[in-house]
C-alpha cells in the first residue's frame, strides 16, 4: 500500500469499528458520516466515545480550516467533552504547515500524539509470559476490571471508565475479543481486537501504570491478535497508537503509516 492509501485506511478503520463501539454504549449515539467529517459521538462522560474524525484525503489548507471549524461546532453542541482525531497524512503539505494555526483558529487546543499503525501479521503465536495468566472478558466483573485498567492509564476518574464500559453487551460476547492479563490473580494490563472491514483492529490497551515496563501490554496485546485471528481468519491487523505504545508495537509485526494528532475544545 501507498503512504496515502494506508493513511486512508487508518481513518476509515477508526470511523469503522468506533460506530458499532459507540452506538452500543448508546443506540443513540451521535453516528454521522458528513462531508469530510465523520462523527462517533455517545456524549459519554469517557472521553474516548466522543470522537470526530476528518476524512478527505490531500485535503488542503483552505479545506482543512473549514472542517477543523465544523467540527469544532459539533464538539460544543456537546455535553461531554471529547477529541477530534487528525490523521496527518491524509492532508497536504500546504495544510500540514498550517495545520496548529488552523487548529488554534476553530477554537482547538492539541491534546496529545498518536501513530496510525498496520501489519498483514497475523496469524500471531498464542503468547507466554511467565508472569500473567490471560482470562476473556466475559463478565461484569471482568468489565470492571478492564474499565479501571483504561482509567488509571489514560488518567480518567474511575466513575468514568465504568460508565464508558460496564454493560457493553458486545465485550462480553463474541464479537469482540477482549482480554485481561493477570499477574497472581490481579488485572494488570488489557487489550481487545474487533473485526473491521475485513482487518483485526486493536483497541483500548492498557498496563496499570504501576506495572509498565514488564512487557504486559504487549502479552495482553498479542493475546488478543492471536485469539481474534484465530476466531476470524483474518491477515491484516489495524491499530492506533499512543505515545507509550508506539514503540512496542512494530515488536509484533505492526509498521507505522501516518501521524495522528489529538484535539479537544479550547477551556
Sequence with gaps: MTDLTESVESAQQLAVAWRAMVLDRDADADVRDLPGIAVRWADSPFAFWNCITLTEPGAGADLVARRLGEAADIMRAKKNPGFLWLFENLLDDEARAVREAAAERAGLQYAFPGTGMAGDLLPVPDPVHPD??????????????????QSRAYGFPLEAGREGLLGLARWQGDEMYAYLALRDDVPVACAATVEAEGRLFVAFVATDPQWQRRGYGEAVTRKALHEGGLATGLTRAT??????????YPRIGFEPNTPIHFYGLKQ
Aim: aromatic share 8%; net charge neutral; no cysteine.
Design 132 to 149: 500473567l495468566t490471560f482470562v476473556r472478558v466475559r463478565t461484569d466483573e471482568h468489565l470492571r476490571a478492564y474499565a479501571d485498567l
Design 239 to 248: 491499530l492506533h497508537a499512543t505515545v507509550a505504545g508506539a514503540p512496542v
